[in-house]
């Protein structure tokens, strides 16, 4: 065995060695030192981006079990930076006093699930794939549950933990009958074994439903509202974008790779899952209160418009949705900093409470508005372009009317957005939130992502440098 | 850089430099000079493309640039202008420096209106300069999206109902013309979004029997045409009084130039087999509007159903395909965004002093304000087609334009749509009679004063541009109508 070859997954290592340190540095470091904890992981991270963010040649370990190639390097420095945005966002809350005792449990289980993502989307192999998404998806659960004195938070992570190991048992369950028809498990030999016969269609079908849940497409979005809510903001905002993404690209794969027999099957099942997750996120979402569920609503219906660019399966699509993502992370984590700042703040949610925002908290408000313009797809917000894009990809691939149906949700979507510009902006209230000064991690988080939103669709070097890599997958 | 971008840079940069302005005497100031600036860029592009056009340049588009944006799409970032952009571009940059005027003493959060206009104002100039799909697009959401703060926050009456459905209808008819567009693109086979290199290529017909109604509904909405047309009188008259005039003046003109830009000149076999449909929805625009503004009671209502009536006609004008026809429906663009604007300015200057703008409770204003009621009848008079205005000119053109046309269905469509000037007559004089001259209605509104002088900035300048546009047409029109040739051109072959 050579273990020199080990040495070439430096991303996954080098995440390891973040991980450990911090592991180590929580357990010995005194009261005193323990104050240096946050700065010291987001360092870390930030370190680790910085010297595993240049693609490299493609190559494979283990014999094709981990495979490697130029796009990953693309998808996970969007995830790494994703997570020290959220580092970032969770720095105050984490500082409060039923959860500073335990900071040190939130970063090592939130890198301990990105590194699951890692492996999980490096799998050339279904056994190194199921390993990584359960690694994802175990300290997921704990993270949901983590402020667990909270009912609605330990409810949620009852809830996450059950849902994700019936949809991971499912999931299971389709690759032993992949393995029972073809006698192996390598990505490489499948997409020649699988020839699209009945068992191998269930068996698909059966495989697809772990990943969709990590989706949450309908219809297995049912966790997310409740999850959503009942997680702890920065655990939310976690799962509506790294999680999320990390699946759609694995998704994305598998489909072109493995199952690239079968095309016409998975776009017809992706065809009516589009369809269904815009359209029924998108109704359920207008009659939402509370933000966080609303915003669980609004994830669901951009997972449709994310499996749009899945649906294309061509290499374009594959860069759109790479963008997408990019984008959708920024747009994100921006109303939930928003949503956490405020909530740490005064423990308010509903959308009704942000009525009046803009005459208290402007910049907050600003912020806000252009995080829901561009995942709303207003131009000249970097949403626009990622949304015309997913578009131009589907339509190429001559999905008229798909295309169509997901632009009359836009008009929809634009409706909740702008009921939450509209308390913001427009209604008066009579005991608007407070005017108060977010700490300075947050106001960086804050910072960084409304100049993405600004500068990610006017600039073109950064599609241009995804699709550079194009496919990345043969 | 490209001449042309300077007029999406000018705004931005007022954009800067309101963000640090501190207070209202600084905001006013930059917004004065941005537009100011505008208005001599609009002059000197004027007389570079005229001095162009007369040295023989015959090339469709002048003063192109073209820069790949988005390659793996095709896409560019790509500029040019003809005589009808920059007819276009001269009645935005008037519209803007009247509407800064018009809006001297808004009130509350003065910053964040100017930012709102003058991102609206780059949304218009960028899309009457682009000749690509893509940016024309994107420009044109840009325009789209700020009405609704801007109605939301500073208008009056039920505003949030009517920013909101101003909002989604407009986006509605983007999402069918983006449908439109990416058709366009991917059945010509064209290798750009560039609307000159589509046009060399031709879309297979049954595809356009699609693209064209989508693409033409998706501008029509904005240019009210009938039953797309809802938003409009709910939104004009709760949007705060410069918004009106930029909206109905300007922005309505985005759905006809649209109209004309990519769906006649791209699809013309569509345009002719399906225009008879159009003519009829648009006709129907020009005769119910008219009729609608005679029953109203609200100025700002009647004003807004007579845009439903006079962009109606543009849209009639286009769908008639030929160039005269043509040539007033570009002249009617200008001629009703001036006048339209003029309007809705001194609307909203009525309503300032009276807050009132039924016109039930109005009356003798005259004696009381000459100024602004001598230059609401100028405007009246305009509206209904007096001659040595710009309303006669334009109007006349389309008429005449469509007449000319053999068939009958043309024929009695025109005659009908002909009916509405007297329609016209009607609510313009109704409203004259009864709000300037008569009896003074109201014991409050004698200590009312005539306008201060940004108002009669804002007034005096639109009634030279009218009185222009009038008097002396032919140097514009033949602008226009030699840019339009090409255009007619492609319909007939």
């Known amino acids: 065995m050579n273990y020199s070859a080990f040495l070439q997954l430096h991303d996954e290592l080098s995440l390891l060695a973040v991980i450990v340190i911090l592991l180590i540095y929580d357990i010995f470091a005194g009261e005193k030192a323990m104050r240096h904890f946050q700065p010291l992981a987001v360092l870390l991270l930030t370190a680790h981006t910085a010297l595993t963010c240049w693609p490299r040649a493609p190559f494979e370990v283990a014999g094709g079990m981990y495979q490697y190639v130029p796009m990953l390097s693309y998808v996970k420095l969007i995830l790494n930076l994703g997570t020290i945005i959220v580092f970032l966002q969770a720095n105050e809350w984490l500082q409060s006093a039923e959860s500073n005792i335990r900071k040190g449990e939130f970063y090592f289980l939130t890198l301990c699930t990105l590194l699951g993502m890692y492996f999980m989307m490096s799998a050339g192999h279904f056994l190194i794939f199921f390993i990584g998404i359960e690694t994802a998806s175990i300290p997921m659960a704990t993270l949901v549950a983590f402020n667990k004195y909270n009912r609605e938070s330990a409810e949620a992570g009852a809830k996450y933990i059950l849902s994700a190991v019936f949809a991971s048992g499912i999931s299971l369950f389709g690759m032993s009958l992949i393995y029972g028809t073809t006698g192996t498990l390598y990505f490489s030999d499948l997409s020649i074994l699988l020839t699209g016969g009945s068992l191998q269609l269930m068996a698909m079908v059966f495989f697809i439903v772990g990943l969709l849940f990590k989706i949450s497409v309908v219809p297995f979005h049912f966790w997310t509202p409740d999850v959503y809510q009942g997680a702890p903001t920065s655990v939310t905002s976690y799962l509506s974008v790294i999680s999320k993404g990390s699946a759609v690209y694995i998704l994305f794969v598998v489909f072109v790779k493995v199952f690239v027999n079968m095309v016409a099957e998975w776009q017809s099942i992706l065809y009516v899952l589009i369809i269904l997750s815009i359209t029924i996120a998108n109704l359920f979402a207008l009659r939402q209160h509370n933000i966080k569920r609303f915003l669980a609503f609004s994830s669901v219906s951009q997972a449709g418009y994310l499996l749009l660019a899945v649906i294309s399966g061509s290499a374009i699509g594959m860069s759109a949705m790479v963008y997408y993502v990019l984008v959708y992370m920024f747009s994100n984590l921006a109303i939930f900093g928003v949503v956490q700042a405020i909530e740490t703040r005064s423990a308010k949610l509903n959308i009704s409470d942000y009525n009046g925002l803009y005459q208290t908290n402007p910049k907050l408000s600003v912020v806000m508005m252009l995080a829901l313009f561009s995942l709303a797809g207003i131009p000249p917000f970097a949403g626009f372009f990622s949304k015309f894009f997913i578009f131009t990809a589907a339509f190429e691939q001559g999905y008229y009317v798909l295309v169509f149906i997901a632009l009359v949700n836009t008009i929809i979507s634009l409706y909740y957005y702008l009921i939450v510009v509209k308390a913001m902006f427009l209604t008066k209230s009579e005991e608007p939130i407070a005017a108060f000064q977010s700490n300075s991690a947050m106001k960086i988080s804050l910072v960084i992502c409304t100049v993405a939103i600004l500068v990610l669709g006017l600039m073109n070097v950064f599609f241009t440098n995804i699709s550079a890599f194009g496919f990345g997958l043969m | ?493």
Request: glycine share 8%.
């Open chain 2, 1 to 493: 850089m490209n001449f042309l971008s300077i007029f999406v840079l000018i705004p931005f940069l007022m954009m800067i430099g309101l963000f640090f302005a501190k207070n209202r005497n600084q905001i006013n100031a930059i917004a004065a000079t941005g537009s100011v600036v505008l208005l001599i860029l609009t002059a000197i592009l004027t007389f570079m493309y005229l001095d162009a056009r007369a040295a023989g340049d015959t090339a469709l588009m002048l003063f192109r640039a073209d820069t790949v944006w988005y390659a793996p799409f095709n896409i560019h970032y790509a500029v040019g202008v003809d005589g009808v952009s920059v007819a276009m571009i001269i009645l935005t940059s008037i519209i803007v420096f009247t509407g800064v005027f018009a809006s001297w003493r808004i009130d509350p959060l003065p910053k964040e209106y100017f930012l709102w206009f003058f991102l609206l104002t780059i949304g218009v100039y960028g899309f009457f300069i682009s000749i690509d799909l893509f940016t024309m697009f994107m420009y044109y959401e840009i325009a789209l999206i700020p009405m609704y703060l801007l109605i939301g926050i500073w208008g009056t009456g039920k505003k949030e109902y009517a920013a909101m459905k101003l909002t989604l209808m407009l986006m509605g008819g983007s999402a069918f013309l983006l449908v439109g567009i990416l058709g366009i693109y991917f059945f010509s086979g064209a290798e750009s979004l560039n609307i000159l290199d589509i046009a060399q290529k031709s879309i297979p017909v049954w595809a356009q029997y699609y693209l064209f109604p989508l693409t033409f509904i998706g501008f029509g909405v904005l240019g009210a045409l009938f039953p797309f047309h809802t938003w409009s009188p709910d939104g004009h008259a709760s949007a705060p009084t410069a918004v009106s005039m930029l909206h109905a003046g300007v922005l309505m003109k985005l759905g006809g130039y649209g109209a004309f830009r990519v769906a006649m000149y791209l699809m013309p076999e569509a345009a002719h087999e399906m225009a008879w449909i159009f003519l009829i929805l648009t006709g129907i625009s020009v005769v119910y509007g008219a009729f609608s503004a005679v029953v109203q009671t609200d100025l700002k209502y009647i004003n807004a159903y007579s845009s439903v009536s006079h962009c109606g006609l543009v849209l009639f004008a286009i769908l008639m395909m030929n160039e005269t026809a043509m040539t007033g429906a570009i002249m009617q663009m200008l001629s009703h965004g001036l006048m339209t604007a003029l309007f809705f300015a001194l609307i909203g200057m009525i309503y300032g002093r009276t807050h009132t703008r039924d016109i039930r409770l109005m009356g003798g204003l005259m004696k009381i304000m000459p100024f602004l009621g001598v230059s609401y009848v100028i405007a009246g008079m305009a509206s209904l087609g007096l001659p040595g205005l710009s309303g006669f000119v334009a109007e006349m053109t389309i008429f005449v334009g469509s007449f000319q046309d053999a068939s009958m269905f043309n024929r009695v469509l025109t005659i009908v749509a002909a009916s509405s000037i007297v329609t016209t007559a009607v609510y313009i004089l109704r409203v004259v009679g009864k709000i300037w001259f008569g009896k003074v209605v109201d014991a409050h509104h004698e200590e009312l004063t005539d306008a201060t002088w940004w108002e009669r900035v804002a007034v005096i300048t639109l009634i030279v541009s009218i009185v222009a546009l009038g008097s002396l047409p032919f140097w514009i029109s033949n602008m226009i109508h030699d840019s339009l040739l090409p255009v007619v051109a492609n319909l007939m072959k």
